[in-house]
């Protein structure tokens, strides 16, 4: 019995990425897709290698209008799921990958590796945003088994140019982003709070955090250096973090210092840690895709748990090298 998917959003970035998991999964079929530039194109149109789906005519956003689905995956700029989405039946479970649901009253927050069981009894789940994907894998285990003092966390991310989405603009073309890196978002960044809150629920205790995000002249990817204070060793966070994601599929935790480029394409997350306790000082890493764990794998990933399905399934693809 298959699970008739919907895509809003399909022609940027996250959604396609959403189509492109989708059209490979076991049990999800993909009967609608939403845009609103692209309304009226067929999909094939948009996405060549599209295959099978390359008929599907991309309708204009309209949750009134739905056809029957048993699930929507919707990938819109934050602020505009909001509105458009309380109005879709509550029969039809929803995955946001945009901003607006993340820690409000009726949504499950999706960070999939770390609380799957509320996701499961879920109807409506907020994706994670991509940075907080990252940095919340490297700092969960620490702050939740109290290697690290909940306050005075620095994060120090670097992301690939896509995170900006399809629409980011001609600041974000090639010749303004080649060889070049830059900080943005200085104090002011919408994932702060939404990184306080899930560090405050894990620790149980007030967090407080310093995050300074970086664009870089790559197209996928993100790498967060994380810093706190404690007396832990290396070793005993690597344990720390074995344990906290044993038997969690898409958690790798290594001794090396991880690449962003070991994730690309995929949706897992690559975490590792150094400390020296005379300093008082623990660093985790983290490595993702920011399209896949940090947008649209992770999406899949809570799709799969919300419908029943084997949580691995369609995303169990290895990353692309090089």
């Known amino acids: 019995m298959s699970i008739k998917v919907g895509i809003v959003g399909v022609s940027g970035y996250g959604g396609g990425e959403v189509l492109r998991l989708c059209a490979g999964h076991p049990a999800f079929e993909v009967v609608y897709v939403a845009g609103e530039s692209s309304a009226g194109a067929r999909l094939g149109e948009k996405f060549p290698g599209i295959g099978a789906l390359s008929d599907l005519v991309i309708q204009k956003w309209d949750p009134q209008a739905l056809p029957k689905l048993d699930l929507l995956f919707a990938s ?55 940075y907080p994907s990252a940095s919340l894998a490297a700092l969960a285990p620490l702050v939740a088994g109290k290697l690290i003092e909940p306050t ?72 967060a250096t994380c810093y706190g204070r404690g007396n832990a060793t290396t070793e005993h966070c690597l344990e720390a973090a074995r344990a906290f994601y044993a038997n969690r599929a898409f958690v790798r935790v290594t001794e090396k210092p991880p690449h962003s480029k070991w994730a690309m394409g995929s949706n897992l997350v690559f975490i590792s840690y150094a400390a020296d306790p005379q300093c008082r ?35 169990e693809g290895a990353p692309l090298w090089p």
């Not at 309380?86 to 960070?111: M, N, T």
């Not at 896509?162 to 994932?191: I, M, P, Q």
């Not at 992770?298 to 691995?312: C, F, P, S, W």
């Open 76 to 130: 819109l700029p934050s602020g505009e799921s909001k509105d458009s989405l309380a109005r879709v039946p509550q029969a039809v479970k929803i995955v946001d990958i945009g901003g607006d649901h993340r820690f409000v009253e009726g949504w499950a927050y999706g960070l999939a590796d770390v609380w799957p069981e509320q996701i499961r009894s879920a109807a409506r789940v907020a994706n994670p945003g991509c």
């Open 152 to 223: 005075g966390i620095i994060i120090d991310a670097k992301s690939g140019v896509s995170g900006a989405g399809r629409g980011g603009g001609s600041t974000f073309g090639f010749a303004e982003v080649n060889e070049d890196v830059c900080a943005y978002g200085l104090l002011k960044h919408a994932h702060v709070p939404e990184m306080i809150q899930a560090l405050t629920r894990l620790g149980k205790a007030e967090s407080q955090i310093s995050f300074t995000p970086h664009l870089i002249s790559m197209t996928r990817g993100i790498l």
């Open 281 to 315: 000082l623990v660093i985790a890493l983290a490595a993702i895709d920011n399209l896949g764990k940090g947008a649209a794998g992770q999406a899949v990933q809570n799709a799969n748990l919300m419908t029943g399905q084997k949580e691995t399934a369609g995303l």
